[in-house]
C-alpha cells in the first residue's frame, strides 16, 4: 500500500513538473506584456524597466523559469540573509559559498503582478469557496443522479426511465457556460420574483456595516449548473450498472428468499453497482473545480474560477500558475483517493 502511493506521488510529481514546463513557455510565447499591464498604456520607458526589474522579466526566459522552479521546489538555493528568510520561512540546512544556502521551504507561488499579494494569500482566500461550491455541486449531482438512475433501471421502459434518460441527454448536451446563462436568466431574472434569487453574486456579501455577511442563496444556481452534466452521466451510469446487476443470478437467489424489493435494491444491487459511479464522481469532482472557471465568471461568484479568468485578462502569469498548478494537485490526490476506495467497495480489485 505505501509503495502504491508513493508511486502515484511520484507520477504526480511528474505531472506537476509537465504542467510548469506547459504553461509558464506558453504564457511566455504570448504577445501580452506584465508589465505593461500593470502601469497602463500610458507608462514611461523608466516604470516598465522599474517592474521587469522587480519582477524578474528583464532576464531571458530559460533563466526566469529556472528561478521559478528555484521558488517552486521544497529543497532550494537562497540567499542566506534576514530578507530571504521573512519571504521564503525557510529552514537552512548548510550554507552553499559566502552568500548562498541549501534550504527546506514551502512552494513559494510569488507574488501578484498586479495586486502585488502573495499567490498562496490569493489562494486561501478564493479555493475555500470553490471547493464548497464543487462539493455542493457533486454532492446534489450524486444524490439526485443515482436516485433517478436506480429509478430508471427498476421502472425500465416506463415513463419514469425515459423521462430520465432524455434529460440526462439534454443535461450533457449543454455546455456549462450556455447552461449557465440560461439558468442565471430564467431564475435569477425572469422567475426572480418568485426565487428570490439574482443573477449574480458570491458566497460572501458586505453588509452596510462593511462587513462580510454568508450568503448562501447565491451558491444555488451556480451549483446547479456545475452539477447539470455530472449528474446526467452519473444517472446513465447508474441506471446502466444497474441493469446489469439486477441480472446476476444473486439478485434472482435474493428474490427467491423472499426479500423485498426495497432490500434487494438497496442492500444487494445498488452496492455492487456502485463501482463505475466512484469513477464518474471521483474524475468529475476534479472537474468541477477546472469547470468552474467559467461559472464562477459568469454569475460574479468570487472563486478561483474568476479569479484566474481575471488574471489571464491581465497576463498575471504567478496567479494562473498558482491556480493550475492547485487543480492539477487535486486531480492527482483525487486520483489516488479513487484507486484505494475501488478496493474498499470491490475485494475482487487488487491494487
Known sequence: MIKFILQKLAYGFAVLLGVVVVVFFLFNILPADPARMTQGQRSDVQSLEAVRKEFGLDKPVPVQFAYYINDLSPLAVHPADSSAKAKYHYLKLFNIGNQNALILKMPYLRRSYQTKRDVTSILAETVPNTMILAFTAMLFATIIGIALGVLAAVYKGTWIDQTAIASSILGISAPSFFAGI????????????????????SLYDYDPFKSEVLVWKNLILPMLTLGLRPLAIIMQLTRSAMLDVLKQDYIRTAKAK??????IILKHALPNALNPVVTAVSGW??????????????????????ATVDALELADLPVIM?????????????????????ASLDPRVKI
Not at 440560461?182 to 453574486?201: E, H, K, N, P, Q
Not at 423472499?258 to 432490500?263: P, T
Not at 498558482?322 to 479513487?338: E, H, Q, R, T
Open 182 to 201: 440560461i439558468i442565471a436568466w430564467l431564475f435569477g431574472f425572469v422567475l426572480s420574483d418568485y426565487t428570490g434569487l439574482s443573477m449574480s453574486g
Open 258 to 263: 423472499g426479500l423485498s424489493k426495497k432490500a
Open 285 to 306: 469532482f476534479a472537474s468541477l473545480l477546472a469547470g468552474s472557471f467559467f461559472v464562477e465568471y459568469i454569475f460574479g461568484y468570487n472563486g478561483l474560477g474568476k
Open 322 to 342: 498558482g491556480s493550475i498548478l492547485f487543480i492539477a494537485f487535486i486531480f492527482i490526490i483525487i486520483n489516488i483517493l479513487a484507486d484505494l476506495l475501488y
